[in-house]
């Protein structure tokens, strides 16, 4: 007997954004509810996700004046929220071979929150393979396009599955 789906896969459709800003294998998941939030994580391709890669920090200071820590939401229209582009980073996570990945936003909106526990422990985005894209490891922007203008910016699952290859 199958096991039931977990909320991931009940309540979130899963969006992939192959090689963010031409970086090969870079590729993030954007999680959408089905009231339009979503959650922004690593695909299981990234190179983070990979063996042997140790994350030995994440920053989420932008620029001398942006911190994504500094975000403060209040209301029922979340006055005060950053606004993101498709672009727009939102942490730096730097690995103990030296190298380091930006993590951006891939869809445009407004910040709600950070994970902060991932500054305590950052290898929970290792640790978890799958819950990294649950929604408890990401960072939640809420869309103000149409969600089909969200959607002809991404790939689907079933497209993904098909010629994508993972990293090399």
Not at 6 to 31: A, M, Q, S
Not at 85 to 95: G, H, K, M, V
Not at 109 to 131: F, H, S, T
């Amino acid at each position: 007997m199958a096991a039931p789906p977990g909320v991931t896969e009940r309540y979130f459709t899963r969006w992939y954004k192959p090689d963010v800003k031409g970086n090969l294998c870079e590729d993030h998941c954007i999680l959408q509810h089905s009231n339009r939030i979503c959650v922004i994580t690593l695909a299981e391709a990234h190179p983070l996700l990979q063996n042997g890669k140790t994350i030995k920090s994440i920053n989420y200071q932008i620029s001398a004046n942006c911190s994504r820590l500094q975000n403060k939401v209040s209301g029922k229209s979340k006055r005060g929220a950053q606004f993101l582009t498709e672009l727009a980073p939102l942490c730096r996570i730097s690995c103990s071979d030296g190298k380091e990945y930006t993590i951006y936003s891939c869809i445009r909106g407004r910040l709600m929150e950070v994970n902060e526990n991932i500054l305590d422990n950052p290898a929970i985005l290792q640790e978890k393979k799958a819950a990294c894209c649950s929604g408890k490891d990401g960072t939640s922007v809420t869309t103000e396009l149409s969600v089909t203008q969200q959607r002809n910016l991404c790939l689907s699952l079933q497209k993904v599955k098909g010629p994508f290859k993972g990293p090399p």
